[in-house]
């Protein structure tokens, strides 16, 4: 048996997810996390899950207190129109196991759980695409072609902020922002947001800042 823990931010969300997965003959939902709490590793211990589905918010806010080093979480992160470019984010700094699309069918999340409960990962096409147009990337030295700024840009975006963010942080206006963006996307030949995050954060330091 398939042991099924919901982690999301709306629980209305939850109950429909419970809903159907229930009556399915290898698997169960073991555990509802609350909205707003957080997910401890005595819990972890004690439950157990093959599967953790989950959404954005709770992906970042509700299982923080888990050391990474203790465990791997078999995460499916289930789109909630959270953006392309977040869902890369997720995938390269938490590691998630899964990816379902805000399009994908109650079937295709049963498969999702069984593949993930394997020990294997479910992402599509689309997302992989996003990844390796990223990892291409890397095989040249570009950002040597950035100017100091352009980096601190990357370095922004890599962290998930948006336009209007990176705006406040850097003290300049967002249509800066969006030159200095189109400049950067002109010299590493890429094309959207997706493939900078995957970029720029294969080429972090340890610190966590874009070299």
């Known amino acids: 048996m398939i042991k099924v823990m919901l982690a999301f931010s709306n629980m209305l969300f939850s109950e429909a997810i419970s809903g159907l997965i229930e009556g399915k003959k290898k698997m169960a939902v073991v555990h509802v996390l609350k909205t707003g709490s957080e997910f401890t590793l005595k819990e972890w211990k004690k439950i157990g899950p093959h599967v953790i589905l989950t959404d954005m918010t709770c992906l970042y806010n509700s299982f923080g207190s888990i050391p990474a080093d203790e465990t791997k979480l078999p995460f499916i992160l289930l789109d909630t129109n959270c953006g392309k470019e977040n869902i890369v984010t997720a995938i390269l700094k938490k590691q998630v196991s ?11 999340m049963q498969s999702a759980i069984e593949t993930v409960a394997a020990g294997d990962i479910w992402i599509d096409k689309k997302t992989v695409k996003n990844l390796v147009f990223g990892l291409n ?54 094309k959207n947001r997706s493939e900078l995050i995957t970029f720029a954060i294969k080429k972090q330091d340890m610190s966590g800042n874009f070299l």
């Not at 699309?101 to 079937?107: E, F």
């Not at 040249?140 to 963010?165: F, M, P």
Request: aromatic letters at 4%; a positive charge; proline letters at 2%.
């Open 137 to 190: 990337a890397l095989g040249s030295e570009k950002s040597a072609q950035l100017t100091n700024r352009e980096k601190n840009v990357v370095d922004l975006i890599a962290k998930g902020y948006r336009n209007k963010e990176i705006a406040q942080q850097l003290n300049i206006s967002e249509p800066t922002v969006k030159t200095h963006l189109y400049r950067i996307f002109r010299k590493l030949n890429m």
């Open 98 to 108: 899964g990816v379902l699309l805000g399009d994908s069918t109650s079937k295709l």
